[in-house]
């Protein structure tokens, strides 16, 4: 017993200030892109097209543009650009309110390190205010994985502590003000999403967390349905998106705290 107080001691308090301090994310991570603006029609290869595993990358008139709701973050178009026009930042805030805001064109702007809150990318759709005080969400994984459940798993340990927001994981959705999704969304699991999404109470949200629920990531176009939450949940029902295969814990959480986050900020 006494050897546990001393432990305890020693280890002292271990959950990160979030969102007003940087959290310590390893230097491999590749978090939001950053792209060169300017024509590639110098470059006959198209080796970044050819690399890209799930079609996240578009050669515009303007320059390179990458869908983060489809990328893997992967890194192979980086490798692959021979004129070192893809990079990415260590940027892990990348959550959006819009499937057109995962849209990325040019390059990061420079503050993208410093801490703090921010909103999501592009317009809220609705005002969720509601929920700034307290959030209850289903978690549904619809034949995912598990590399996106277990960093929403992760956010309930003490580091992150999801709970000193008032945001707590239900478990029926008829507790709950909102689905948090992971997964493609497979055949076998359609009606059970559908089925779950009804009987959450209005007004009710939908987080999409990870390329396969954004966008059905590498499963996209596979017979077994596999086209995100989107292809099953009525159109405008997700209110925030969170991009990466998987994203970070600290990505979901800075995409859970961006559903109130004027009001977060307030307090
Ligand atoms: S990092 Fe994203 S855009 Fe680049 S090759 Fe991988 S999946 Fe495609």
């Known amino acids: 017993m006494l050897n546990i107080i001393r432990e305890r001691l020693h280890q002292g308090y271990r959950t990160l200030n979030y969102p007003f301090a940087s959290p310590s994310i390893s230097p ?5 892109p950053s792209l060169e603006p300017g ?3 110098g470059c006959k290869s198209r080796a970044c097209l050819a690399a890209c595993p799930t079609g996240a990358l578009r050669i515009a008139a303007e320059g390179p543009e990458l869908d983060m709701g489809r990328c893997l973050f992967c890194r192979a178009c980086e490798t692959a650009c021979p004129e070192g026009r893809i990079t990415f930042t260590h940027e892990h805030r990348l959550a959006a309110y819009t499937r057109e805001a995962l849209i990325v064109r040019g390059r990061a702007p420079e503050d993208v390190d410093q801490p703090g809150i921010r909103p999501a990318r592009g317009e809220q759709k609705r005002d969720l205010s509601l929920f700034s005080r307290s959030l209850k969400l289903r978690e549904v994984s619809a034949g995912g994985c598990m590399a996106c459940e277990a960093d929403v798993n992760v956010l309930g340990t003490l580091i992150y502590d999801l709970g000193r927001f008032g945001i707590e994981y239900a478990a029926s959705p008829r507790h709950a003000d909102g689905l948090l999704v992971t997964g493609p969304v497979t055949e076998n699991m359609k009606k059970a999403l559908l089925d779950a999404w009804q009987a959450v109470p209005e007004p009710k949200i939908v987080i999409a967390v990870g390329a396969c629920a954004i966008s059905g990531g590498t499963f996209r176009g596979s017979r077994e349905g596999c086209g995100g939450v ?3 949940l009525p159109e405008g029902s997700v209110d925030v998106y969170v991009p990466g295969c998987p994203p970070n814990p600290w990505t979901i959480l800075d995409g ?3 559903v109130a986050w004027k009001k977060r900020m307030a307090k």
Request: proline fraction near 0%; glycine fraction near 8%.
């Open 28 to 32: 491999r991570f590749a978090g939001l």
């Open 256 to 258: 859970i705290l961006s």
């Open 39 to 41: 024509s590639c029609k």
């Open 230 to 232: 989107e292809s099953v």
